[in-house]
């Protein structure tokens, strides 16, 4: 089956624009993780999306980045005014344990490079 | 709080060697714990994982990881190493009333052929 899609797959923008970023996970797949890669700097955790619960906000750097799971499917993650140290690669993962338990399903991720 | 510890960032071997990285983690509880690898140019999959039962457990390509709850430690291990293993490795835990899996910073293996 498919596994989880991510789009764009690059994007360059520029300095103080807002960008979307698209999740598609696995189908049936009640929680739904974003992360951000920077070169050396491991996996860094963003969000958390746990079914009908309230999403776990936790890791996300400040208020410029937002992110909303409509119908329990598609995630949308925004950065607005982005500044050059937001440049990295964003991953999705999906898992269908909503406690986090079970194993996660990544996708190929967004490269963004802000200029 | 929770949190993982990957002991080495770079790890460079020849071709042959064994392997082992490190892995510790913080948490009293029942714990779930998995390593996820990523080849070059292509997206993180999960290599082997742990629930329950036997602590050494046993993934794809010969790898295999031992828990030891004393040492709070999982540390995945190859008898012999190729080329084709240089990959970035990734430990990760959950832990029993946590919410989300906790993941290591990273360990970067590159083999020489």
């Known amino acids: 089956g498919a596994g989880v899609s991510q789009s764009p797959s690059n994007k360059v923008t520029e300095k103080g624009k807002d960008v979307e970023l698209r999740c598609d996970p696995i189908?049936?797949?009640?929680?739904l993780y974003w992360y951000r890669q920077s070169l050396g700097q491991g996996l860094e955790f963003l969000i958390y999306?746990?079914?009908?619960?309230?999403?776990?906000k936790s890791g996300l750097p400040s208020d410029r980045f937002s992110a909303e799971r409509t119908g329990g499917s598609v995630s949308t993650l925004t950065i607005q005014r982005t500044q050059q140290e937001d440049s990295a690669v964003y991953l999705c993962?999906?898992?269908?344990?909503?406690?986090?338990?079970?194993?996660?399903?990544f996708g190929p991720g967004t490269r963004l490079t802000v200029t | 709080a929770q949190s993982v510890s990957q002991h080495n960032h770079h790890v460079i071997l020849s071709e042959a060697a064994s392997l082992e990285l490190g892995c510790n983690y913080s948490?009293?509880?029942?714990?779930?714990l998995f390593w996820y690898v990523q080849y070059p140019g292509q997206h993180l999959q999960l290599l082997l994982k742990?629930?329950?039962?036997?602590?050494l457990v046993k993934g794809i390509k010969g790898f295999e990881a031992e828990f030891i709850k004393s040492k709070f430690s999982f540390n995945l291990r190859k008898p012999s190493v190729q080329w084709s293993d240089t990959a970035e490795y990734f430990c990760?835990?959950?832990?029993?009333?946590?919410?989300?899996?906790?993941f290591g910073a990273g360990t970067r293996l590159f083999v020489k052929a």
């Open positions: 189908s049936g797949h009640t929680a």
């Open positions: 742990y629930f329950s039962g036997d602590p």
């Open positions: 993962a999906s898992s269908f344990s909503r406690t986090g338990a079970y194993e996660q399903y």
């Open positions: 999306f746990q079914g009908n619960s309230a999403p776990d």
């Open positions: 990760a835990v959950w832990g029993t009333g946590g919410f989300k899996t906790i």
């Open positions: 948490y009293g509880g029942t714990v779930n």
